[in-house]
Each structure stands twice: as C-alpha cells, then as structure tokens.
C-alpha cells in the first residue's frame, strides 16, 4: 500500500483555512490521486474546496453505489487505498453496498460522507442517518468529526487503518457545520490508535514447525487465498511452491496469485472449482492455508471437509485462525513475511533431509485427477453461442496484462474458470458478499487507476441492468472500458438452481418478453436493447449472435479504445457451470457435470 505508511507524512506547515479545505489538503497529504462521487447538501463544502485542488481528481458517478465499486477495482488493480464520497443520508446509505463488500473481501477503501450539522444530529434532521451506527459491523473502524481541527487525524489514521492489518474499509462522517469553520491546518506528527497493533513477523517456533509438518507430509496442498495478492506476496508463493513441489489451488479471490499456466497449479477449489483442486483438498494428508479463510463455498459441509488433513494456517487476522477449521499449526503474520520465512525453513530442513519433499506418488493421483476430469462444456445448439466459449476467447485474444472485472452469477463463474490468470491484480470480482452489479463500476475503477492497460467487465445481462449507468460516467471521464455482456435472457445462476434442485419452476428468472418475433435477437424481444442502450451513453456497441462472428467481435472491439465498447452476447439459456458441489453436501459429492461424478477411490488415513 503506498498511500499510508507506520509512521505519518512529512508535517505540512500550519495554514488557516475551512474544514472543507483541510478534507482535501489531508487527502492530497496521504497521496489520493482519484475519488469517485456525487455531491449533495451536507458534502458541498467539500466538492467547493476540489475545485481548488490540481492533484486530486474527481470521478462524478451516477449513483453512490457505482463510486463504492469503482474505488474497490481501483484499490484490487492498483493495491492502493481506494476512496469515495457521498453527501448524508441516502447518499451514505447508498455506499454500504460496496463497503460491506470491500469488508467481506478485505478491499481498503476510505469512504467519505458529510453528515448534517452537528447540532442536528439525532433530531431527524433533513437527509440524517446514522452511517457510523449502520456501517459498525462492515467497517474496520469509523470516525465522526464534529471539529474541523480533527480532520487531517481522521484522515491519517483512517488511511493507515485502511491499509494496514488485514485491508478493510474505514468511514469517515464529517458534519456540515465541520466542513464550514475555520480550521489551522496540522497534519498529525504521531499516531495514537490505542489496541491497534496488526502483527506481521510471524512466530520462528510456528514456522519452524509448518516447515517440518511440510517436509514430512505424503499428500500437501497449499491453499492459496486473497490474502496472498493484498500482501503481494506473489513471488515468495512461487519460490515456496517451487521449493516444495506441492500443488496450488487458489481461491476465487486469489485467481492471478499463481499462474495458470504452472504445473503445479491444480486451479480453484470450491463449488464450482476443478475437480483435482477440489479432490486434492479432500484427500490431503497437509493443508498450508495461506491468506484464506476456509468459506463456505470451498469447503462445502464443513464436517465432510478435507477429513484426514492437518491444517497450517497462516494469516494476519487471528480471527480467521481456527473460526472454521481447527488449526495445528496457527501462524499469525503477513503473508509476504510467513512466506519469505517459510521457505527459508522448509529449506533448511531439506538440506538435512533427502527425502523431504517426496510428493512422487502424490503427483501420480493428482495427475490422472487432472487428465481424467479437464474443465470443459457442452457445446452450444448449432447455430448458437456457448457463454464459455465466449469468455474463453477474449481472455485468448486480449493481451498480456489485461484486467477482467467480472459481476456475479454464472458468468462469473466462467470467467474463472476459463480465463487463465498469469499475473496478480488481473482478476476483480465481489467474492464473499456476492453483489450483483459489481462489474461495470468495478472495472471503471480499475481502468481509472490503470488507464494503460484494457479493461473488461465481464456482465450478465441481470447484474448489468444493476449498474450500467456508470457507462455514461466512463463516457464522459475519457474511461475506456470494454464489457461483454453474457445475455441469456435470464437470472442464469438461480435458473440453473431452479432447473437442479426446483423441477424446472422458472419462478421470476426470465428477463426478455418470450419468444422472438421477426428482426428481433433470439431469445424473445429484450428489452431494453443493449446496443441502443450503450449508444445512448456515448459508448461503442457491439452484438453478436452466432459462433462465426465471435473473433471478429471480440477483434472489433479491441481496436475501439476511443470510448467505452459494450458487447451484447446472445448466447444459449441452458449453459451451466459446472463442476458443482450442491449447498449442503460434502465436496465428495462433487459432480463433474450433470452426470457425471468423479470417483477419488478408497480413503487414505
């Protein structure tokens, strides 16, 4: 994180001016080079004091979610401290979407609201609402400043908490009549957080003892998670796997940690994970559990999970150790540290130890694993296009460094799946609080804060009707992004649930009119028209319907980097994603396809 560091910024010299303008003096003063808004009653003496700024620049989105959004794609792309502002009461409460999502991922975020007069708060003033009060359980901490003289300390230290420890969003509420009194600007000379002390240096005992459970194990797999891509730790990952020569699975939140393209990368485990991932967790004789917190989602029934394995688990927020799953061996730490540490050890031991690191037979199952259950899918109706194959060839035909920003539901499944991610920061999805809408703002954040690189979103066609009035924002601000919009007419994740599990019930899943009349995309009349839609909004529209137009499609709208460029798929309705571990059972049960569920063989104790 390069906005906050231990110890605060050089002093700026004392100067008299409003509150307004010490908000954006302290926000220049931590390193803010972008914030996303919109301005209303209580907030407006800031947005008067940005005018006068010449580094910080200001993103005017069309809906307070959408500002949230963007700054969680800019703080995953750029592994800075994303910001966003919202004036009080639905403004405020319009950002707690994307905060409790930045929580649930550990995105550091500082979003900043105005809040009534500090003599009209619990008077149920006009536009009041208590965003401290209903934001405490998604925020790592929030301040409410009532004084115009604690606003650069408010500043400092929610930009440090916000980055610092395990990543998080911190609130600040800053009153009106705060924003108008005159203030001596003083940046804060120390930092008094009273119990904040995140513990980065791990313990040399734990370590020392993960390196011997490592050397010694038959069946290890290193269960990478997000926390790996927030310490970027990405490198001390390779040299440890390297080193060991123990599979990699990584989680939904840290696709891009280890490439793709490595051998000993098995892909991502979960319910919708590869079925060695998946199966090598199940049979493991050793869990290294590295920036992850064992979800739901990967482990399934938690009492069926991974049953003869002992657990590692490193991470910087004791909390997570042990919440889950009992940990033999808890490391507290930051996951660069551990990892750095870890291979020193595992080293060390291997240098007395010949047989240490003999995964030979290992490496023999998870391999038939992964010959004899490959990722793929069934082709689409003649004629039609398959939602898989259409993400799979954007991420072949997109260059190196590119950034996908995915919403949630099946295409986001897909867009995991066969997408291969060889860098870290490629890949920004809503992870553990599943919003819907997430990839539109998401990947504006993300382009805004790497305007070198392309940018797609990659969108159903549900989650884009969510949030894709900011197309007109990335219009407007010269934010060339690039989204496909996987349209299948329907809510394509809980359809397929509906199909799986409800008899074919299609309750409420259907977004277009029925079948399709004459001169209108198949499917039934959709409505609205995307491609009339992203025209309106100043942006390049695209649609393609059939097998043979893909490349070209996808080509066309790579060239097109003048404007954003909305792509409508037309693809088939019934694709599911698959593999699949149902709700509730245990990830033995996963099946490969519809029918077809893999056999492990005999369990090892």
């Known amino acids: 994180m390069t906005q906050t560091s231990e110890t605060p910024a ?58 949230g959004h963007a700054a969680t794609g800019y703080a995953q792309a750029t592994g800075r401290v994303g910001v966003c502002m919202a004036t009080s009461g639905p403004g405020a409460t319009n ?3 994307p905060i409790t999502d930045a929580y649930m991922d550990s995105v550091p975020l500082v979003a900043i609201t ?29 301040f409410q400043v009532k004084d115009p003289d604690d606003i650069p300390r408010a500043i400092s230290d929610a930009f440090h908490l916000a980055a610092t420890g395990r990543p ?43 390196a011997r459970m490592i050397t010694g194990a038959r069946r290890p797999v290193l269960y990478v998670g997000g926390g790996v891509l927030k310490a970027e730790a990405t490198t001390e990952l390779k040299a440890l796997a390297e080193l060991t020569g123990a599979p990699v699975t990584t989680t939904l939140m840290a696709r891009g940690a280890f490439p793709d393209s490595h051998p000993q990368h098995l892909g991502m485990p979960g319910m919708h994970g590869t079925v060695a991932a998946v199966a090598a967790l199940q049979k493991a004789d050793l869990i290294v559990a590295l920036g992850a917190r064992f979800d739901d989602r990967v482990t399934g029934k938690l009492d069926g999970f991974a049953p003869h394995a002992k657990v590692v688990h490193a991470d910087i927020d004791p909390a997570e150790i042990g919440k889950n799953r009992f940990a033999d061996v808890p490391v507290v730490g930051d996951a660069r540290e551990v990892l750095a540490q ?44 398959s939602p898989q194959q259409v993400i799979q060839r954007i991420g072949e035909l997109t260059d190196e460094g590119t950034i996908f920003a995915a919403g949630v539901g099946q295409h986001q499944m897909w867009a995991s799946q066969f997408i291969a991610y060889e860098q870290p920061r490629s890949w920004l999805n809503s992870g553990g609080a599943g919003t819907m809408g997430y990839a539109v703002p998401a990947a ?17 066609d549900g989650c884009f009707q ?20 996987i349209n299948n007419g329907v809510l394509g994740m809980v359809r397929q649930w509906q199909t799986l599990f409800y008899g074919q019930r299609y309750s409420n899943t259907v977004l277009h009119s029925g079948e399709a009349p004459r001169g209108q995309p198949k499917g039934g009349t959709r409505i609205p028209d995307f491609v009339k839609l992203a025209e309106a909004m100043g942006c390049h529209a695209l649609r393609c319907e059939s097998p043979e137009e893909l490349d070209a499609t996808i080509e066309k709208a790579l060239s097109l980097n003048d404007a954003p460029v909305v792509i409508d798929f037309i693809v088939h309705e019934d694709a599911m994603v698959w593999p699949m571990v149902f709700a509730g059972t245990s990830n033995d049960a996963i099946m490969a396809a519809r029918d077809v569920r893999p056999d492990f063989g005999d369990d090892e104790e």
């Open 10 to 67: 050089v002093p700026c010299p004392a100067e008299r001016m409003t509150g307004a303008q010490s908000l954006v003096r302290s926000l220049e003063a931590v390193g803010v080079d972008i914030a996303f808004g919109i301005p209303g009653g209580a907030i407006t003496p800031a947005y008067d004091a940005l005018m006068d700024s010449t580094t910080l620049r200001h993103v005017l989105v069309r809906h307070e979610q959408g500002a």
């Open 95 to 97: 950002l707690v979407t």
């Open 114 to 142: 105005g809040q009534v007069a500090s003599t009209s708060i619990g008077t149920d003033a006009f536009q009041e609402a208590d965003i401290c009060g209903i934001t405490m359980p998604v925020t790592k901490h929030s």
């Open 168 to 210: 998080g969003p911190v609130l600040v509420d800053i009153t009106k009549d705060a924003l108008q009194k005159d203030t001596v600007f003083r940046w804060p000379t120390d930092r008094h957080l009273p119990g904040y002390r995140p513990v980065t240096t791990p313990s040399s005992r734990q370590i020392k003892e993960a």
């Open 342 to 385: 870890l291979t020193a050890a595992v080293q060390d031991v291997r240098e007395s130890n010949e047989t240490a690191c003999d995964y030979a037979a290992w490496w023999e199952q998870l391999d038939r694993w992964r010959t004899t259950y490959p990722l793929g899918h069934e082709a689409a109706p003649a004629g039609e296009l």
């Open 444 to 460: 504006m954040g993300a382009k805004a804060g790497k305007p070198e690189a392309t940018v797609w979103a990659i969108d159903g």
């Open 466 to 485: 969510m949030t894709n009035q900011e197309l007109a924002t990335c219009a407007l601000n010269n934010i060339p992004i690039k989204v496909a919009i």
